[in-house]
């Protein structure tokens, strides 16, 4: 399955960029595979229960899925090493199961309950865990960047060997602030992953209509930052780049850019009628570059039968059954909650104040 | 007739300065736009140049001299075919008169001249923390917040300075001078002219255990960052959950500067207080900023602290205590009176003093409140001191509506009402953009005079 290339889309005057392929030399062992597998169907299947609960008001406010786009996450989390850090905006339920965030605790925020990671008052765009590595979670398009910046700024300063993984889209590529990001981590070469999800669509605008230039893996070249663009629905591309990047970061070369042309299949959130593209377009890309019956496929061809692919997917719908009903019987959150972490309490006596 | 070359102010705050170096001598021909001198202002060194041609008469200020006067007479200037003997020096009884306005912020502050005592000591009343009765040092604003830095980057190896020109060019108003040579690049850094981005990456170093100070070069630049401030750093611990703290300061001048107009002259204190999540300071006295910045830098929290610029200067007395704390959230009576109660912050705190003492001379008791911290607001010591004495006017440089005045005064009556005597007075910044003409400016600041005013106001109309 490897290197089907990447289709001949090109936007504006001047090269194509380089695309990165899955070779042969990069295929990481079968169980490896599996795992993959197992986590992008999660993700599916996470992300097709949220939908519902949604549509039965379980689930307020926005709602932002990431199906369609599970290859990119799981690819660049495959390559990453422990305490390495991610930071993303708010299409964020992927990311946090990539990051081995509890599915229940993910759910449970969704509805607003106690159990969920931020106890009911972040919800979907809002959600972090420290133990995890996770910083959010950022409900605001674009500030993300500067904050994953800021923990690339960290790992230096703390002379760490990690490197902060930084996702934004496509629409993010327009705001001011990535670019004062891009600068900084340039100018001071810190350890951090640019991954521009590119959907092909901010909202309800296509990204020609939006992106003047050339390709977004290019935003990064008047700082001097190497940019890449990937085929998105390829988990075993993202994984190939995502090493690469990595390691120019952890080698302490500052930070790369990798543009991963991906889709997603739903609405820009749960209240978007996506009236701006054709049921055509979405179909074609289910059908020909699905990112999970691409791994599917490729399981197959390394002998993984049946039994033991209907095995995970048996076992990823229990886990988000588990999931759906832990997000429905936890509590709602206390009212007392309404005014807590706020601010967080002095423990040095000095320092407080004594009226 | 011989030309007298003056003391110049070469930045809007400037009153004094140091004359460093003269780079001619008497009898030496100058042409103009020569460098004459060199002038070690509060924040830089400065050429002077020669604005004539002429001789250098005579040197009437010699290298080295401190605290020069902007507008004092520093060197006479022979024309051609003039002599020494022609020269009309300045007689020491005579304040010069300022050829042009110079940096004078408010209008009740005469000004300055070589034969004054510095503004600084005249307006500031050098007082410590009452609990204080160790030693102290008299320094400037200024150096106790450096000192507060400094004590605290060597004290926490993971709190670190960032900000346009804090390293290098020693900090646009000094404030950062030195730190650069004691703790190196890593942990003193010039960012680019990017608030957002710093701000923002401030933010995610919290998030990522270190301590950043955050200077902005004023906070109307902050602006830019105010996302960063607000949807960031207060709001990102409630969001998770409790596992988000943004142990944060965001520091820098606030309010209004001097003839630098309306967008680099405002007070943002209640712009930061509305919102949970912040901690706002903004301390009058060099003790309370050195205690409460390092109270801020060692705050799991963010905190917003507002400096002044023309109180950089001002010199007041600073325990000599490397572990000096003023907690945030606790305000301080400065002057104790019965009749009327003035609260005040920041740069209004001097002339909230100044206003009490003529208030004593017309026969009012006025007690002067220094909130230092406007969130949490220590409405308790405001609460107390207005039930004795049943009057209320609160001062801010910042503009009237919805203002930390609003505030106090709706807590006030939450909390004081039937102790009150008389309607809650608000002196404020005018209701306009800061204008630049020196006569406009001086109208749109609040002045001591209306402190005085809105004081018997509420004394006079509303005998209780």
Same mark, same amino acid.
């Given at each position: 399955?490897?290197?089907?290339?990447?289709?001949?889309?090109?936007?504006?005057?001047?090269?194509?960029?380089?695309?990165?392929?899955?070779?042969?030399?990069?295929?990481?062992?079968?169980?490896?595979?599996?795992?993959?597998?197992?986590?992008?169907?999660?993700?599916?299947?996470?992300?097709?229960?949220?939908?519902?609960?949604?549509?039965?008001?379980?689930?307020?406010?926005?709602?932002?899925?990431?199906?369609?786009?599970?290859?990119?996450?799981?690819?660049?989390?495959?390559?990453?090493?422990?305490?390495?850090?991610?930071?993303?905006?708010?299409?964020?339920?992927?990311?946090?199961?990539?990051?081995?965030?509890?599915?229940?605790?993910?759910?449970?925020?969704?509805?607003?309950?106690?159990?969920?990671?931020?106890?009911?008052?972040?919800?979907?765009?809002?959600?972090?865990?420290?133990?995890?590595?996770?910083?959010?979670?950022?409900?605001?398009?674009?500030?993300?960047?500067?904050?994953?910046?800021g923990?690339?700024f960290s790992?230096?300063y703390k002379?760490?060997?990690?490197?902060?993984?930084?996702?934004?889209?496509?629409?993010?590529?327009?705001?001011?602030?990535?670019?004062?990001?891009?600068?900084?981590?340039?100018?001071?070469?810190?350890?951090?992953?640019?991954?521009?999800?590119?959907?092909?669509? !901010? @909202?309800?605008?296509?990204?020609? =209509?939006? #992106? *003047?230039?050339? /390709? &977004? %893996?290019?935003?990064?070249?008047?700082? $001097?930052?190497?940019?890449?663009?990937?085929? !998105? @629905?390829?988990?075993?591309?993202? =994984?190939? #780049? *995502?090493?690469? /990047? &990595? %390691?120019?970061?952890?080698?302490?070369? $500052?930070?790369?850019?990798?543009?991963?042309?991906?889709?997603?299949?739903?609405?820009?959130?749960?209240?978007?009628?996506?009236?701006?593209?054709?049921?055509?377009?979405?179909?074609?890309?289910?059908?020909?570059?699905?990112?999970?019956?691409?791994?599917?496929?490729?399981?197959?061809?390394?002998?993984?039968?049946?039994?033991?692919?209907?095995?995970?997917?048996?076992?990823?719908?229990?886990?988000?059954?588990?999931?759906?009903?832990?997000?429905?019987?936890?509590?709602?959150?206390?009212?007392?909650?309404?005014?807590?972490?706020?601010l967080l309490?002095l423990t040095d006596n000095k320092l407080v104040a004594?009226? | 007739?011989?030309?007298?070359?003056?003391?110049?102010?070469?930045?809007?705050?400037?009153?004094?300065?140091?004359?460093?170096?003269?780079?001619?001598?008497?009898?030496?021909?100058?042409?103009?736009?020569?460098?004459?001198?060199?002038?070690?202002?509060?924040?830089?060194?400065?050429?002077?140049?020669?604005?004539?041609?002429?001789?250098?008469?005579?040197?009437?200020?010699?290298?080295?001299?401190?605290?020069?006067?902007?507008?004092?007479?520093?060197?006479?200037?022979?024309?051609?075919?003039?002599?020494?003997?022609?020269?009309?020096?300045?007689?020491?009884?005579?304040?010069?008169?300022?050829?042009?306005?110079?940096?004078?912020?408010?209008?009740?502050?005469?000004?300055?001249?070589?034969?004054?005592?510095?503004?600084?000591?005249?307006?500031?009343?050098?007082?410590a923390e009452?609990?204080w009765?160790?030693?102290s040092t008299?320094l400037t604003v200024r150096e106790s917040l450096r000192d507060a830095m400094a004590e605290e980057m060597r004290r926490d190896e993971n709190v670190f300075i960032m900000g346009?020109?804090v390293a290098?060019?020693q900090g646009?108003y000094k404030v950062t001078q030195g730190l650069l040579d004691e703790f190196g690049s890593k942990r003193v850094i010039d960012t680019?002219?990017?608030?957002?981005?710093f701000a923002?990456l401030g933010v995610?170093a919290a998030f990522g255990e270190l301590r950043p100070i955050v200077e902005f070069?004023?906070?109307?630049?902050?602006?830019?960052?105010?996302?960063?401030?607000?949807?960031?750093a207060?709001?990102?611990?409630?969001?998770?959950?409790?596992?988000?703290g943004c142990p944060i300061v965001f520091r820098g001048p606030?309010?209004?500067?001097?003839?630098?107009?309306?967008?680099?002259?405002?007070?943002?204190?209640?712009?930061?207080?509305?919102?949970?999540?912040l901690k706002v300071v903004a301390p009058?006295s060099a003790a309370d900023a050195k205690g409460l910045l390092k109270a801020a830098i060692r705050d799991p929290n963010p905190v917003i602290f507002l400096e002044?610029?023309?109180?950089y200067?001002?010199?007041f007395?600073v325990p000599d205590d490397d572990d000096w704390i003023v907690p945030i959230g606790k305000?301080?009576?400065?002057?104790?009176?019965?009749?009327?109660?003035?609260?005040?912050?920041?740069?209004?705190?001097?002339?909230?003093?100044?206003?009490?003492?003529?208030?004593?001379?017309?026969?009012?008791?006025?007690?002067?409140?220094?909130?230092r911290s406007?969130?949490?607001?220590?409405?308790?010591?405001?609460?107390?001191?207005?039930?004795?004495?049943?009057?209320?006017?609160?001062?801010?440089?910042?503009?009237?509506?919805?203002?930390?005045?609003?505030?106090?005064?709706?807590?006030?009556?939450?909390?004081?009402?039937?102790?009150?005597?008389?309607?809650?007075?608000?002196?404020?910044?005018?209701?306009?953009?800061?204008?630049?003409?020196?006569?406009?400016?001086?109208?749109?600041?609040?002045?001591?005079?209306?402190?005085?005013?809105?004081?018997?106001?509420?004394?006079?109309?509303?005998?209780?």
């Amino acid at each position: 399955m490897t290197a089907k290339a990447e289709t001949k889309r090109k936007r504006g005057p001047g090269r194509p960029p380089k695309t990165v392929g899955s070779g042969v030399n990069d295929m990481p062992p079968t169980e490896d595979l599996v795992a993959m597998y197992k986590d992008m169907l999660l993700i599916r299947r996470f992300e097709e229960k949220a939908g519902q609960l949604y549509g039965m008001g379980q689930i307020g406010g926005f709602c932002h899925l990431y199906i369609g786009q599970e290859a990119v996450v799981i690819g660049l989390q495959s390559a990453s090493k422990p305490g390495d850090t991610v930071v993303t905006s708010y299409r964020d339920h992927g990311h946090m199961l990539a990051c081995g965030m509890d599915a229940d605790g993910v759910m449970a925020e969704l509805t607003g309950r106690e159990g969920g990671y931020s106890r009911g008052k972040g919800g979907s765009m809002h959600m972090f865990s420290r133990e995890k590595n996770f910083f959010g979670g950022h409900g605001i398009v674009g500030a993300q960047v500067p904050i994953g910046v800021g923990l690339a700024f960290s790992h230096k300063y703390k002379n760490e060997p990690n490197v902060c993984v930084t996702y934004l889209g496509d629409g993010a590529v327009n705001q001011g602030q990535v670019y004062e990001s891009f600068n900084m981590a340039a100018l001071w070469s810190l350890p951090v992953v640019f991954v521009i999800e590119n959907n092909q669509y !901010g @909202m309800g605008t296509k990204v020609t =209509r939006a #992106a *003047a230039g050339r /390709a &977004l %893996a290019d935003r990064g070249m008047a700082y $001097g930052i190497p940019g890449k663009q990937v085929d !998105g @629905m390829d988990v075993l591309a993202v =994984r190939t #780049a *995502a090493l690469e /990047a &990595l %390691a120019h970061c952890r080698d302490g070369n $500052g930070p790369y850019i990798l543009e991963m042309k991906t889709y997603r299949y739903r609405g820009h959130s749960m209240s978007d009628p996506a009236k701006y593209r054709t049921r055509e377009e979405v179909d074609a890309m289910r059908k020909q570059h699905d990112p999970i019956d691409q791994i599917r496929d490729l399981l197959k061809n390394q002998h993984v039968d049946d039994a033991r692919l209907k095995e995970i997917d048996s076992a990823v719908k229990a886990t988000v059954t588990k999931a759906t009903e832990f997000a429905q019987t936890s509590p709602e959150p206390d009212p007392s909650e309404l005014f807590t972490d706020i601010l967080l309490p002095l423990t040095d006596n000095k320092l407080v104040a004594k009226v | 007739m011989a030309i007298e070359i003056k003391m110049p102010a070469l930045s809007p705050t400037m009153e004094e300065g140091t004359l460093a170096k003269w780079l001619v001598a008497d009898g030496d021909d100058v042409r103009s736009g020569d460098v004459i001198a060199e002038i070690e202002t509060d924040k830089a060194t400065m050429e002077v140049e020669a604005i004539e041609d002429g001789k250098i008469g005579q040197i009437l200020v010699p290298a080295g001299t401190q605290h020069v006067k902007v507008n004092a007479v520093i060197a006479m200037l022979l024309e051609d075919g003039e002599s020494a003997s022609d020269m009309k020096l300045p007689t020491p009884d005579a304040p010069d008169a300022p050829a042009e306005p110079v940096a004078a912020p408010v209008a009740d502050d005469t000004n300055p001249s070589a034969e004054t005592a510095p503004m600084a000591e005249t307006v500031a009343t050098p007082m410590a923390e009452t609990e204080w009765s160790g030693s102290s040092t008299s320094l400037t604003v200024r150096e106790s917040l450096r000192d507060a830095m400094a004590e605290e980057m060597r004290r926490d190896e993971n709190v670190f300075i960032m900000g346009e020109e804090v390293a290098e060019y020693q900090g646009a108003y000094k404030v950062t001078q030195g730190l650069l040579d004691e703790f190196g690049s890593k942990r003193v850094i010039d960012t680019p002219i990017t608030e957002q981005g710093f701000a923002g990456l401030g933010v995610g170093a919290a998030f990522g255990e270190l301590r950043p100070i955050v200077e902005f070069m004023t906070f109307n630049f902050a602006m830019q960052a105010i996302d960063q401030i607000i949807n960031s750093a207060a709001k990102t611990l409630y969001m998770s959950g409790g596992q988000m703290g943004c142990p944060i300061v965001f520091r820098g001048p606030n309010g209004a500067a001097s003839r630098v107009a309306a967008q680099h002259s405002q007070c943002f204190a209640s712009w930061y207080a509305h919102c949970p999540g912040l901690k706002v300071v903004a301390p009058y006295s060099a003790a309370d900023a050195k205690g409460l910045l390092k109270a801020a830098i060692r705050d799991p929290n963010p905190v917003i602290f507002l400096e002044h610029e023309v109180l950089y200067g001002q010199s007041f007395d600073v325990p000599d205590d490397d572990d000096w704390i003023v907690p945030i959230g606790k305000a301080n009576i400065l002057r104790s009176g019965s009749d009327v109660t003035i609260v005040a912050f920041s740069i209004m705190v001097g002339r909230a003093l100044e206003a009490a003492d003529r208030l004593a001379e017309q026969g009012i008791s006025a007690e002067v409140i220094d909130l230092r911290s406007i969130r949490p607001l220590d409405s308790a010591t405001i609460v107390e001191s207005v039930k004795k004495t049943s009057r209320l006017v609160t001062c801010e440089e910042g503009f009237p509506f919805a203002g930390i005045g609003a505030e106090i005064a709706m807590q006030v009556m939450e909390q004081a009402f039937d102790w009150l005597d008389a309607p809650i007075t608000r002196v404020t910044g005018k209701d306009v953009p800061m204008p630049y003409a020196a006569n406009l400016e001086a109208l749109a600041l609040p002045q001591i005079d209306d402190i005085v005013a809105a004081a018997r106001t509420t004394c006079d109309g509303f005998k209780g």
